[in-house]
């Protein structure tokens, strides 16, 4: 059988990846894969996460299974960075939490549970959207459809087509949203526009499925979830998949969580019996390294506010490197606006180039973007910045 097999196609992002390893050139630049950079070019570990790691090895006495959700402690940690420990969908015990292999764990896990426990529901996805969502729910069975989103001209998102296309959405389908740092785009809704994407959700009787993987990395943790928190105000169940590689830092320790809402606590246990039955189906016990980090992090006060001193250092490395693009390129007599790099949220931003610019960014200057356009803002730094805009600059023409 394996030798009648065709090649399967290479990720259009890890496949980019591994072509910039293959480069020679010792300049090229890497702004294609979704991993956060320091100014050196290095994926740091974060402080904080070095001291909850020492720990966890000094105290840990077993290697034994966890349990399918994970350890509550863990599951409790993640809905209070999500929510606050005060909000009523804590207090009232709404939410149920089950760890799992990273944020794209989580989304397949919630795509199996929709597939089996919502049959004929179609997930919408806005357009564009992170290419991998594609790959995880046609997987899972589920008939993926697309509202509008993002205007390449004006570069901003378009909330009233956005509106108008989700009132006309059969009631029971799911709507895939990214609560943050819109990737591929960056562009997010304001919280007013929020409130009228919940009301429409609302009004038609859909399920949201919100994708959380940045919470951070756009204008703070607070303000980075006001938009979930708007829906949860107008939608009495909801999904959400978040991911902890990003804001700790932790890409290869494959921690993320998926978490249920329900209208009442006996809702919400029910959702997440059939969630652990899904997850022991599939990889039967989440990663415990991970989930005990995050875990440890969020429970010791002192540790908690280094890590969020160290993600307001990345917050804003990023936010400077989109300024220093823009001010970059505007200083070499590039005539088109990039400003609106500044104005938008995370480490991507569609950046209008053509395909034919982006190949000849990666076949003449080893500059590596996705087909698209995207640009992951974090891997700009400020060694690579005059090289990386006198490139732009020339395929501009």
């Known amino acids: 059988m394996f030798d009648s097999l065709t090649m399967a196609s290479a990720d259009p992002i890890l496949g ?10 010792p300049n090229k630049i890497n702004l ?19 001291k909850a790691e020492q720990r966890i090895l000094a105290e840990r006495k077993t290697k034994a299974y966890l349990p399918i959700a994970g350890p509550a ?13 005060d909000h009523s969908i804590v207090t009232e015990g709404r939410a149920r939490t089950a760890l799992t292999p990273g944020g794209t764990g989580g989304l397949r896990v919630a795509g199996d549970f929709l597939h089996k426990h919502a049959p ?17 729910f046609q997987a899972a069975g589920l008939e993926i459809k697309e509202y509008p989103y993002y205007d390449e001209q004006s570069h901003e998102a378009r909330i009233e087509a956005m509106i108008e296309a989700i009132g006309a959405i059969p ?12 990737n591929p785009t960056g562009t997010d809704p304001s919280a007013q526009d929020w409130d009228r994407i919940g009301e429409a959700i609302a009004a038609r009787g859909l399920l949201p499925l919100v994708d959380l993987a940045y919470q951070g990395f756009g204008e703070g943790l607070e303000e980075d979830v006001r938009g979930l928190h708007r829906l949860c105000e107008r939608i009495p169940e909801i999904l959400v998949a978040t991911s902890y590689s990003k804001n700790f830092g932790l890409y290869n320790d494959r921690v993320g969580a998926l978490t249920v809402i329900g209208q009442t606590s006996e ?14 189906a599939n990889y039967s016990n989440p990663p415990a390294q991970g989930g005990a980090i995050v875990a440890t992090i969020l429970g010791d006060g002192a540790l908690c506010t280094e890590w969020e001193e160290e993600l307001a250092t990345v917050r804003g490395r990023i936010q400077q490197m989109r300024r220093l693009f823009v001010e970059t390129l505007k200083a070499k007599g590039v005539e088109r606006d990039f400003s609106f790099l500044t104005r938008q949220h995370g480490m991507f931003s569609l950046s209008g180039l053509s395909r034919e610019q982006v190949t000849r960014l990666r076949d003449e200057k080893s500059i590596y973007l996705v087909g698209s356009g995207r640009i992951n803002v974090a891997g700009m730094t400020s060694a690579n910045m005059d090289r990386l805009c006198d490139a732009v600059a020339e395929v501009l023409g």
């Open 16 to 25: 980019l990846t591994e072509a910039f390893r293959n480069d020679p050139n």
């Open 32 to 50: 294609g894969v979704g991993i956060y950079v320091d100014d050196t070019g290095i994926s740091p570990i974060f402080s904080a996460v070095r």
């Open 73 to 85: 402690e863990a599951g409790a940690a993640v809905q209070r960075l999500v929510f606050g420990a």
């Open 120 to 136: 004929g529901a179609a997930i919408w996805f806005s357009k564009p959207t992170w290419n991998n969502h594609f790959n995880v």
């Open 171 to 182: 009631a029971g389908d799911v709507i895939l949203l990214h609560g943050c740092c819109h």
């Open 267 to 280: 809702a919400a246990e029910k959702a997440l019996s059939h969630i652990k039955a899904t997850a022991r």
